[in-house]
């Protein structure tokens, strides 16, 4: 068994960085001392220490890393070693400058900063093997050894001669002929059909960028770049380590807290062993409620459990603030174990820290840090961490666990891309990540669990299928809703979908005609609003408004169940179902409120058994979220408010955290969390 296998506990410590303080042995001894004290047990290493393991070419320095290698084993730690290609040293940069990247406009970056390298580059080819063949050879065998961690948080793009040329061999490989990819692309288009592959160049911001077969395959290919560079790096440690899981970390879209968007990581999770992810929520930020950002970050959370449909680390958070929010607000008190609490309640093992000590000098010396410039274990931010440590011990039992959800809704990175470079309906309202978080939040407001997947997951083991704003549609994507839906399944989709192609090429002959089956109804236009806009929805006796986006919407077999109120499509249907099969379709035409969602889909809960019928009455800011094995289940109980709440719930349990009783009618302080354990008969 691995130490990965091995291991018992959640783990809890973080990104180390020693590699900044080889000059004060004093600051390392103190470190260990501090890490056993905040009950941290796993550190991520080496990241960036490419300058300190090889200060001059060819000439490598492992005895630091070797030391702290046995220190943190020494107090029972477990290492996640780093492949160190996130940032290169000067040497490298001077001596070979094709290792940095080319922007899109053709201009070369300088050495500085970090995440600046090209992903074809020879030469960073050769000398990032160089350096990992050297790692997994000497710590390979390591006891503290525990997983890798490949490079950091994999990200950007390089437009140099050499990324130029492995574009083209994509292309070629993809399309076989040059006359199959003018078609793919529409080419003729503003003369733009290629008559030899040499002519082809990745998009570029002051050239053309109105083909969007081009810029969608342009995309395509820096994942896929991307991935290869990755799976580059990890041939030896694979080779010689098999037993030594593989991670990188993947990160959310930060000011709004949407899945990344530059890369497709449902593409890329299918090369990592175990999903780990950077987390940074503005908590406490003017612009939302703590509800609002908590269900955000309980949709991403999801979102990376679901990749693997197993639990997942947090791999980066802070124990504080950052340093690169727009305003650096601290945690208040009771945030830090709360929000700890909520990355295990969405299935993670972990939280693991960005940073573990504060950095003295560049752009991290006021990032939240374990510890801090004052080296004391004395202050708030060191205490908070201790007591998530302590937490983490106590709740330890429930690593491994896991729950499936009945719902899963669909995120398509290929579609976000197509749809975001369509010039048509309105570029500052499409909003498809925020559209997709709107419908999880009847969802997190009712306590029901939630899988996010991509269009390729195998559908069949939900009852509720999610998928809104489905503007790129694959032919094969529809044939799985229409067998989902025939098989019993419940499908929802919304406005804007169904109108190209895995090409961006349109359908032809009117909506695709097997989504017009599925959903008894033919989209006829999309009329797009002016922000000011609004239309409103009849619904029984209940109005709703309605804003940016109304289709007009011609029956099939579908029966309207909500009509417009205005404009010139008033009392046409604006919400259909559509009994396909053994099951039924929904389609939302008009972009409404979560006021609206939260009828229609408490019409389809109650019609289903999606209600998590623990909760008894509960209460939209207080989140339940469980995870459980065959024969125990476990509800954290998170109050995402301000003030205190009241729930009550079916059954009597044993709250994990402060090893106390409860029954069914609990009080919630603001921020207060609660493990609750269960036992299922
Ligand atoms: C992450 C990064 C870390 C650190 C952190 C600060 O994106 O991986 O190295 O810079 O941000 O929040």
Known sequence: MTRYELEDRLLHGGDYNPDQWLDHPEILEKDLELMKKSKSNTFSIGMFSWSQLEPREGEFHFEWLDKVMDDIYSIGGNVILATPSGARPAWMSKKYPEVLRTNDKREKMLHGGRHNHCFSSPVYREKIAIMNQKLVERYGNHPALFMWHISNEYSGECHCDYCQANFREWLKNKYGSLKSLNDAWWAPFWSHAYSDWSEIESPSSIGETMVHGHNLDWKRFVTHQTIDFYEHEIKDLRRLTPEVPITTNFMADTHDLIPFQSLDYGQFAKHVDVISWDCYPAWHNDWETTADLASKVGFINDQY??????????????????????VNKMKRPGMHLLSSMQFI?????????????????????????????????????????????????????????????????????????????????????????????????????????????????????????????????????????????SQGGILVSTYITGYVNE?????????????????GISVKETDTLYPNDRNQLRYGAQTFEVKDYCTILELGTAESIVYYEEDFY????????????????????ARTGLDFLEVIYDQIAKETTLANSWVIKGDKEVSVQSRDFDEESYYFVMNFSESNKMIEVASESLDLITNTSKDCQLELKPYEVLLLKLKQN
């Open 570 to 589: 008033a009392k046409t249907p604006a919400v259909t179902k559509n009994n396909y099969g053994q099951g039924q379709a929904y389609f939302i035409g």
């Open 305 to 326: 459990r679901s990749m693997k449909q197993k639990p997942f680390l947090i791999m980066e958070s802070t124990p504080s603030g950052v340093n690169w929010h727009d």
């Open 345 to 485: 309640a969405h299935g993670s093992d972990s939280n693991l820290y960005f940073q573990w000590r504060k950095s003295r000098g560049s752009s991290e010396k006021f990032h939240g840090a374990v510890v801090d410039h004052d080296n004391s274990e004395e202050n708030r931010v060191f205490q908070d961490v201790k007591a998530v440590g302590e937490a983490l011990e106590k709740i330890k039992e429930i690593k491994g666990s896991y729950k499936a959800a009945k719902v899963a809704i669909l995120y398509d990175w290929e579609n976000n891309w197509a749809l975001n470079d369509a010039q048509g309906f309105s570029n500052a309202s499409k909003r498809y990540p925020q559209t997709l978080q709107e419908h999880y939040r009847y969802f997190w407001n009712h306590d029901i669990a939630v899988e996010v997947v991509t269009s390729e997951a195998d559908l069949s083991k939900y009852d509720l299928v999610i998928a809104p704003m489905m503007y790129l549609i694959r032919e094969d994507v529809m044939a799985r809703f229409a067998s989902f839906v």
């Open 503 to 519: 090409n961006d090429l349109t359908y032809l002959g009117g909506w695709p005609q097997q989504l017009q089956e599925i959903f």
